[in-house]
């Protein structure tokens, strides 16, 4: 610890073990003399000042046996520097309280140039500025509870590593490490491997029979169609919280439903099994440390692992940070990856499922006026929103009958699930009705729109006269409505990552400056709102006419419809 040396050690007394802590025995390197009853004394010398200050600590023969370890002698050493012999050691008990930890501290560093500061710092830089914050972390911390350990460990080792571990070891530390992931991706793979084996298999399959038999018996059976044409799905929902799905008879994921459901009360009762040494209660880190990396380049907060021949995708009930327990929802298995896909967990969303109505004389045949009627209610109460470039619903029926596109297709996205619908009468066949991803809508281009003119009846052919109408725009960051005498501006706003839009009347004062100062002046305007529109005093909150599921003409025509007013 020190260029000098401290004067001779004395020999150990008859009977007592001597244990050297660092490769360099003898003076003044620090050791443990062990007595014949198991417990013993530690040992350590700092220098400063020119002199060797003799620091004794009682040690317990559990303490003795974690130093005794190889690849922990030198972490000892680090240790009693912080008054805490076995704090990185996860069987160990803290050796000292709290407060006889922060006088050692202090009696060991004694000002911030000490030398023991100064030699930790010389040897890793990474120590300069980050050492007495990790004192004092230890002394504020509970070291007996996992999480405050867990923090101290991560704090230190990241400056720590290379001057306790050499080479050999952190090389057998990385073997161990990938022999133990190995080991529990294994084990995971064997516990999914029968439902593994039952996916895209009809249900009288052995396999499918081995899974249900995993799964309890006497499940409760859901049958219904889904979209048009029709997919007949069947559900087998058992009471311990699993689920077997099947699309026309072919088994497409398997549910664990980790929280509690009407079924299962108590939610998956064998979820330890499934995923050995997971609990309900296991965070994302957890569930991460169990199931591997999920599959990289996947934003969203449902991460996708490989196990085995199919895909497990881990639902949460909510955003979360990694270590926060209890956010843990549902375990699905599907054979293919859903990232690109619809999840077939989503078939009972409560924002976007049964939209689709049916008539009542054949279950096949779709009852159109009712569908519609469906879709309007899902979008007035928010749980919908129309996609403006494809046909409106309104308009759909009136399009239909002109015979003057081949297909009218209105696309609705629900704000649950994130799913998306589209909706088409074909001019030649029966209508369809289809779940898609944000994928499959971009392969997807809409139909141009016949002039209303040649369509719409006179009520129609007047609202579209009465649309606001664009009258400028500067092409990327604001675009002018007017709708009689009223003016509205659309201004694009962006913060770092995150964008919106702001839709604003304008009032008298902006009015006359616009007319004084031209596109200018709604460019400058279009600045002051993107500077202020993320402040907490954010003054464009109440005149935001924006509306969800909206069109900027719809917003318009609804805020004139609420509030009628009269520009000065």
């Known amino acids: 610890m020190s260029s000098k040396r401290s004067p001779q050690v004395q020999a150990p007394a008859k009977g007592v073990r001597r244990m050297w802590l660092l490769p360099d025995p003898g003076e003044d390197e620090p050791f443990i003399d062990v007595r014949k009853d198991g417990h013993g004394t530690l040992n350590v010398w700092v220098a400063r000042d020119g002199r060797h200050d003799h620091f004794c600590f009682a040690l317990t023969a559990r303490h003795i046996a974690a130093a005794d370890r190889s690849a922990l002698r030198r972490w000892a050493v680090f240790a009693v520097l912080f008054g805490e012999l076995a704090v990185f050691h996860p069987d160990a008990a803290p050796a000292r309280p709290p407060g006889e930890c922060r006088r050692v501290i202090d009696t060991i560093l004694d000002g911030t140039d000490s030398e ?19 004192l004092a972390l230890l002394c504020e911390a509970d070291l007996t509870r996992s999480r405050d350990r867990e923090a101290f460990e991560k704090r230190l080792w990241f400056g720590a590593e290379s001057l306790i571990i050499n080479d050999a070891e952190r090389s057998r530390r990385a073997q161990e490490a990938e022999h133990g992931a190995a080991a529990r991706a294994t084990a995971v793979r064997q516990a999914f491997g029968p439902y593994s084996e ?13 899974a249900i038999d995993l799964l309890g018996s006497n499940p409760v059976i859901s ?18 919280g699993g689920e077997i799905m099947l699309r026309d008879g072919v088994v497409t994921a398997i549910l664990f439903h980790v929280q509690p459901t009407a079924a299962a009360p108590r939610g998956f009762a064998g979820l330890g099994t499934l995923i050995p040494g997971l609990s309900r209660d296991a965070s994302r880190s957890q569930v991460e440390e169990a199931l591997g990396e999920p599959m990289a380049g996947r934003p969203g907060p449902n991460p996708t692992h490989p196990v085995g021949g199919g895909f497990v995708k881990v ?4 955003w979360a940070k990694k270590d926060a327990p209890g956010h843990l929802k549902l375990i699905q298995m599907t054979a293919e990856d859903t990232y690109a896909k619809t999840d077939p967990a989503d078939e009972r969303c409560p924002g976007c499922a049964g939209m689709l109505i049916r008539t009542a004389s054949a279950s096949d045949r779709v009852d159109v006026n009712a569908t519609i009627a469906a879709l309007r209610e899902g979008v007035a109460a928010g749980r919908l929103r129309q996609a403006h470039q494809w046909v409106a619903l ?8 002109s015979r003057l596109m081949k297909r009218v297709v209105a696309q609705l996205g629900c704000t649950v699930c994130h799913r998306h619908i589209f909706f088409a009468l074909h001019r030649d066949a029966d209508p369809t009705f289809a779940y898609v991803s944000i994928n499959d809508t971009c392969r997807r281009t809409p139909e141009r729109v016949p002039s209303v003119e040649r369509w719409g009846d006179a009520a129609r052919i007047a609202r579209e006269a009465q649309r606001p109408e664009q009258i400028a725009t500067d092409g990327n960051t604001w675009v002018l409505f007017s709708r009689d005498e009223h003016l509205f501006m659309n201004a694009r706003c962006w913060y770092s990552a995150v964008e919106r839009s702001i839709l604003i009347r304008l009032d008298a004062a902006e009015v006359r400056q616009y007319e004084r100062d031209g596109e200018a002046f709604l460019s400058r305007l279009q600045e002051a709102i993107n500077r202020t529109w ?6 464009w909150h109440s005149r ?3 509306r969800s599921g909206m069109s900027n003409e719809e917003a318009i025509e609804a805020s004139l419809a609420a509030a009628p007013e009269t520009q000065a």
């Open 116 to 134: 023991v500061e100064r030699y930790l710092t010389m040897m890793n830089k990474r120590f300069l500025g980050g050492l007495r914050d990790s």
């Open 394 to 401: 309104d308009d759909m029926l009136s399009l239909y009958d």
């Open 198 to 210: 039952a996916l895209l298999m009809a249900e009288r399959d052995e396999a499918v029979r081995r």
């Open 315 to 318: 639902f949460y009930d909510g």
């Open 223 to 240: 049958e219904f169609g889904v979209g048009a044409p029709a997919h007949h799905d069947r559900y087998l929902t058992f009471g311990s």
């Open 534 to 539: 993320t402040s907490s005093d954010n003054p």
């Open 544 to 546: 935001d006419l924006t």
